[in-house]
């Protein structure tokens, strides 16, 4: 079993910053593309940001220049620096992690529990 566990939301004011964390635990042998979504109330799921395994992170437009996506592989946990933050980045932020279980051939897609951000003054 695999289980992911998100941490870092809150309520912050409008130009502040947060960071989120999510760090997977439990039967995995490899980890792959490790991502954040993030839901408004009312709207889709959308993709803020990924950093595949090796690769180079990418991000939605929206949050280019302002957030950082990182992971530390020894800790096999993903964060999410957010910097001057707006208010339509309030939602609820959802990690997404791609692996491969011990035991496995295929990697599979594990969510966290979701954490919310509100920016708000």
């Known amino acids: 079993q695999v289980q992911l566990v998100e941490s870092g939301g809150g309520l912050v004011q409008p130009g502040g910053s947060l960071r989120l964390s999510c760090t997977a635990s439990?039967?995995?042998?490899?980890?792959?593309?490790m991502g954040w979504y993030r839901q408004a109330a009312g709207e889709q799921r959308e993709l803020v940001a990924v950093?595949?395994?090796?690769?180079?992170?990418d991000y939605v437009d929206s949050v280019k220049g302002r957030f950082t996506i990182s992971r530390d592989s020894a800790k096999n946990t993903v964060y999410l620096q957010m910097n001057s933050l707006k208010p339509e980045d309030t939602a609820v932020y959802y990690c997404?992690?791609?692996?491969?279980?011990?035991?496995?051939?295929?990697?599979?897609?594990?969510w966290g529990q979701g954490t919310q951000v509100i920016v708000s003054s």
């Open positions: 997404n992690v791609r692996i491969i279980p011990r035991g496995a051939l295929l990697d599979y897609p594990y």
């Open positions: 439990g039967s995995i042998f490899r980890i792959e593309t």
């Open positions: 950093v595949p395994r090796g690769g180079n992170a």
